[in-house]
């Protein structure tokens, strides 16, 4: 099967089967309904779109998911429907690339398959890791066979539904600043949910608490990729896991332009279709472009991704910044649109909104991408310079 | 030769050789300065990269200009230099694509060598042809072997040095709505140069008059393409030539954007170099994602228009917006960046912003292309939905 | 007691009493819990600000509702606990200006005293009465000793708990394009509450559901003002009611901007405060700039409405358009300056962008007022060519 | 005469004399047309707005000079024909403020009467006296009976036609820190005109070049102002200058944006007046608001800066950064309407753009007046908290 195939087959699954069986605007899908379409996603040959098939899934590469994930995130639900929703895929990806093939029986294969759920369990309470990683507070010690893990996370997206946690934990007996990743089982002793941070987001079911370890001791082929080596390893799930959400919410805002879309075709408006009345035209164009941009980054930056991990952190910093700022302004242009129920729950719009609102802080917030989008610019053009580039602002005065 | 070649190639030399010789900022080059620089750019063989090697230039295919004419654009004045400037580029493709054998050998051949230069005669004083084609109120009407042509045109860049002008005109002798276009040569009898409209640009010379034709008569040979066809003709060069406008500016863009990065690296404010201080980065970095949301756009159209001109239309719609308003942003942040050598002609950079500047009205305005790429949206939407997609505005009050 | 002092009170109130008071963000304020507030408000001599001395209120004038209503709004509770929230702020004014002593007596002194709630019934559901008044379908007719009411109207705020309503219906035995108003008891035959909408705010109690009028027949008294004048003194209300919801959202954008304030005083990234980082000074200054020219319009719109009807309406146009984008930007800042606690509940920023954000819509949409705002610019400068002023736009060309 | 007669006097005189007489679009009004329409309006009562009487001008007080300065501002020549234009406008205020009776006999009448200019030699090449006057690098030393003067000013506006400069130095001989005035006559020995700066502006006439002084000797009664005094006292002239450049650019942007209005009243597209298409419509509105908030802010601003200088400087922080970028935004408006004569000089938009451009850099660039208010305003809220305030950005989590 070819990836436009399987383009096609989401999107009518999508649109045929899950759009129809969306819970109300602003709740989430039940689990039981969640268990059902998946079921129907799996008949439909549209399951896991980005998992090897060897694990069960459709087998696509990185530079190709983005056309599949966007079919995906025209529900809301889709991604969760498709298994390939955050946080799940992206530790499918971490698992993939980085566990022991004991530990991808054991954890990748029924993750891949639904069957369970996972978090990802960095994040800490200010001022531990939060943006800065160096921050870690979190603790892994030796013990005997293993290693006792103690810390506070939080945001820890799903916990609540997951089977298993990859912890990011400071391993001082591996070396002074090292940092290491755990799977960490959520029924383990010592592992406990604490404070339920409410948010107004859906996608992801499974809250998004503080999650306590405390004394919880872990064997040692729990750890995850090598010792000490957990920062590094985060990053192959880093970059991906910004340009999924890129791609999901993309799709969302496809979506909300669509409705938008049906909305100025038969309302009218001092007698005229809103599609012809200039104001609304504008607003129209520019999701048009938006989306355009959004989607030409974000192809660009997967595929610069798959060859070159450097050149792809700037692409994926700039397709992320560019991306989310631009999902928000094509919602919010939706919502003006359809008016009246734009701004109620008549239409999902506003809790579109609510989804895609969090992307502009998560995953590197607009302000921290752009400080680092500065800064690799002014490098790259110091080195520029020093290999013998002219100096451009030179001013006439001091010629 | 490959296109990474010629595209290293045109970048030293348009940075080592072009940078250098500019005139003042805000003045244009001298015509005996253009003639010993496009010897040098023969010699360095970058001339001409868009016209096929049969006629003398670098051959390459238009999915392949974008790099090489943003290199050239790095310089106001390298695209003249190079000979990829308008009109005289766009004029090349339609030669290349419409024109006679005998009209090549004649026209086409010297314009691309550089030894002549030429106009595009279409627009029209108020209310004739300007963004609405229908209105074309000049005429050629049948006489004896050949067109008696009568009209005016305005802002007819160019025309002072042209040689030779392609003139759009109506023929009611075709057709009750059929447009002709013709080669006629600017020293012609009934030829005359009018009113000049000043502008603050120079990367054009030769002016932007009013250009009247008074019974001036041509031959049979001097229709360019099929009598009445002249608006289908007239296609073939507007796309391309769109897109063309936004490489060269997306060059100078880059230029400017370079040049304030040489200002932000070495210049300090309260103690600090700029390029440390936040508001700096947030200019530096929004300039990053305008340049590449640009250039991912423009690739994307041009490429697009290689294969399928219709979609290329609603591409090139699109990057033609986004590009024009994106490049006078870059530019006007690199003014900002430079402070008061940036307000003044210390620096090129306010008369870049001068540059660029129109092409928000030329080729199609903001305004026109978004209306237009709104409409083509509602179409898209509207084709959907005939198909059998599901109506999406559906508000919860009416299910 | 001057202004000032009213001002300061309130403010106080505000702060001490009422935030403090708050329930979780997101969720509405509970009758007993407001009936409580609002006893300690008219304790504190705070209550019903804009209510004239005679009926039991501060007895500001409209001039200086302003700096009050500000302060009212800093807590999304603060007008509920006020009384000087919509819709219920509105109809008194209404009843005020144009009410009987009776009607006065019977419905503004128990409203004013928060004894009773009301709500305004003229939205009716698409094509019906919304932004244009003509498509009126609701009926009243004339019948033995009164009149009877039909229709279905939509959005109407605060129904559920209302104890009247205002309902503005056509009387065609008054005249063909005759509308009139009338007070109508909530628990009056023929009135019910039909399809709840659902929304994200939660400053209104008492639903946005669609209220039904069958052959709801009221007496000749329950008519508000003059038979027929329905639109026109509707006109009483819809100036002054935009401009209040102006004053409180801009209080709740303060409220937002100094949370913002209090994170970036004390939370540091990458070692520095972030108040000292430039990107934050960047999104801190440009609220700044809004709340300050939001206030400027708002205040000076209220005064000119104090003394010139039309005058007052583009001044408040002008207003109400900028005001609840200002207001958006302001809050979508402080969202973003507060990272991970801004996008979820741990804070309640988003909840007051979930409130704020159908101002946009409501009270005449950004697109609609910018529609009329050009309109009357158009018309002002037709007026003052038609006096005599030059022509601006001559051409160089035509001249 | 009352403020709202002179306002009156002073449109008609600008409009039915000043814009007639305006050289071609982007040149500079010659000193005989200036000297010829300034004896006008002397004869019409309007020369002078905001000098005293006493000193030959019409009186105003600050907190009135905003409608008549935009008046003024209308034409780009307007306010140096009323002889209110930078910098003699803020020089004849500082000499007014601070001058004896002899420099103000010998200064300011002349000055006043338009019979000679001046300028206001403060800026210094980089990395002196800039942004940052501590840099300041010019030097007054003592000698017998006066000072001599060293050091070189850049982007002295007027100087190659003023008569005299208002110098700051530092005085090493006063205090270490010490900066002092000096009123020193162009024509003085060691006074030399250096790179003449080349600019896009011709509002101002008499260039903006760099200013020599070479052991520049001046008498003590030099002196303006308090030795050691320099920097308070410039701050006398710094807020009201900064916001008679707001007055003067609004007063521009209104015409372009009457232009505007002119030009989509008549003109059709597409077979409509623009004036009715939607997306000119939302131009024009823009337009509108960017007028009113930029009027708003400016009045507030003067008003507040006669009664309390340091809340006047918050004030005209905020008013500087709005209205500097609000005119920029309302001319670029007016430019787009009216199209291919909006971007060429067939109109003279585009050299009013040239005009208010640089006022987003000088008298503090946007970035650092954002800076400067962002830092205030953390101030005052910092005030707040340790006056009482509860701190608001306390998360759920740590409640």
Request: aromatic share 4%.
């Amino acid at each position: 099967m070819t990836t436009t195939d399987l383009v096609e087959r989401t999107r009518r699954f999508v649109r045929d089967v899950v759009v129809p069986a969306e819970p109300p605007a602003g709740t989430p899908l039940e689990p039981a309904a969640r268990r059902s379409l998946q079921r129907r996603a799996r008949e439909a040959g549209v399951f896991a779109p980005h998992v090897p098939t060897r694990f069960g899934g459709q087998g696509l590469r990185l530079g190709e998911w983005s056309a599949v994930f966007q079919e995906a995130g025209y529900s809301p639900i889709g991604p969760a429907v498709l298994n390939c929703m955050a946080p799940d895929e992206g530790n499918m990806l971490l698992l993939e690339r980085i566990a022991t093939v004991e530990q991808q029986e054991r954890y990748l294969v029924p993750l891949a398959a639904g069957a369970t759920r996972s978090c990802f369990a960095m994040t800490e309470p200010h001022p531990g890791a939060g943006s800065d990683p160096a921050a870690l507070t979190t603790t892994a010690r030796r013990v005997d066979g293993g290693w006792a893990i103690d810390g506070e996370k939080r945001f820890i997206s799903g916990a609540e539904e997951a089977d298993v946690a990859i912890v990011m934990a400071r391993t001082p007996d591996v070396g002074p600043e090292a940092a290491t990743m755990f799977l960490v089982e959520m029924g383990a002793d010592g592992v406990s949910i604490g404070h339920g941070i409410r948010t107004l987001e859906t996608a992801i079911t499974g809250g998004h608490p503080h999650v306590h370890f405390r004394d919880c001791v872990v064997p040692d082929d729990a750890v995850l990729g090598t010792p000490g080596e957990g920062f590094r390893h985060a990053q192959v799930r880093l970059g991906p896991a910004r340009l999924t959400h890129c791609m999901r919410w993309l799709g969302l805002a496809r979506r909300a332009h669509d409705t938008a879309l049906d909305r100025v075709r038969h309302r009218e408006l001092f007698g005229s279709p809103l599609a012809e009345l200039g104001i609304a035209q504008a607003l129209v164009a520019d999701s048009e472009i938006d989306l355009a941009t959004a989607a030409a980054l974000v192809d660009r930056a997967a595929r610069t991704l798959e060859d070159d991990a450097r050149a792809g952190a700037q692409a994926s910093s700039i397709a992320k910044v560019h991306c989310s700022e631009a999902v928000g302004r094509v919602v919010d242009r939706a919502v003006q649109l359809c008016g009246g129920d734009g701004v109620t729950l008549e239409l999902p719009l506003l809790a579109f909104q609510n989804e895609v609102r969090p992307f502009r802080v998560y995953d590197g917030s607009s302000e921290t991408h752009r400080w680092a989008i500065a800064r690799r610019a002014v490098a790259r053009r110091e080195r520029e310079v020093d290999a013998g580039e002219r100096v451009l602002d030179r001013a006439e005065a001091d010629r």
